[in-house]
């Protein structure tokens, strides 16, 4: 016989008296994790958008020593001159929220567990049931071999067919690494929940710094499918910067003019209905290497002088899952 399972609320710690409250019932929660691909760094700029722009109350905290690997992500702490000090302890939370028009949702983001997914899911699906959650809307992003001067890409999943017909251009079948999301995807339909991921497409030769017109995009689906006005001022203002840092830096190199050219008759061939069976396919229905086709790009914007205030980081630069700059 088997024992009986560790329970899944003691991997957090909640608000009880917010938890009663009836306001904080039959919402929608978003949700989105940090450290798996975060292309563009998606979540890390769409979570910090919503908890620095809108109102928002803890209703529950996640305890970090039972679901992380610190040796792996080890979190960041600073060294000033004779001590230490802000150490940044990574954080996995659930809040309530108030959109622009003062409509309440609740917002699940930090740090994606590495370890106890299974009860990790449990637990969530505990707070999902008490508080009657009628819809959860997630999203993350992936590099793809698309260029930055098209409408950026998503496709979407999940159990809801009004937010999801007509939306993904490329539908494919393929085994990929699983991420916590897709498992709580998987989870909150076998439970009946209703539940939608979007994931962002990101030109994957600015994967690894933060795009803001990903996180744009990014906020826009959310809102939709939740019926929530998501700030994006701020985000569209720095992504019109970093488009024209972009812009001067692939014009100042054929090369990577080229490579962008060739993104683009791709993803328009594809856009003008060509029967193939991807964006990412060639003339012979074949999927290139991404990493053959950004190389040109990123050695050259690798070497790029970038100014110290500005959004697009070198390459080697990117924040890691708590958007600390990486200094290894």
Known sequence: MFGPLL????????????????????????????????????????????????????????????LIDYRSRRPRITFIEDHLQDYQAPRLALYRLIDGLGHPFLLLTGFEPDFQWERFCSAVLQLVRQLDVGLVVWTHSIPMPVPHTRPIGVTVHGNRPDLIEGI??????????????????????????????YVVHVPHYLADAEYPPAAVAGLEYLGAAANLMLPTDRLRETGRDVERQIAEQVAGSEEVRGVVANLEQRYDEHASGIARRSLLADENDQLPDADALGAAVEAYLATRDVDEDSSVPRTGDRPDEEGHPDAS
């Not at 079948?173 to 539940?195: C, F, K, Q, S, Y």
């Open 7 to 66: 329970d899944p609320q003691s991997l957090y710690a909640s608000n009880a008296e917010l938890l009663g409250r009836e306001d904080l019932t039959g919402l929608t929660m978003l949700v989105g994790f940090t450290g798996f691909a975060d292309a563009g760094q998606v979540v890390t700029q769409v979570s910090r958008e919503l908890l620095e722009n809108l109102d928002s109350e803890v209703v529950a905290v996640f305890d970090a020593d039972q």
């Open 168 to 197: 993904s251009a490329w539908k494919p079948t393929v085994e990929v690494p699983a991420a916590i999301g897709h498992l709580l995807e998987v989870r909150l339909a076998e439970a009946g929940r209703d539940v939608a991921g």
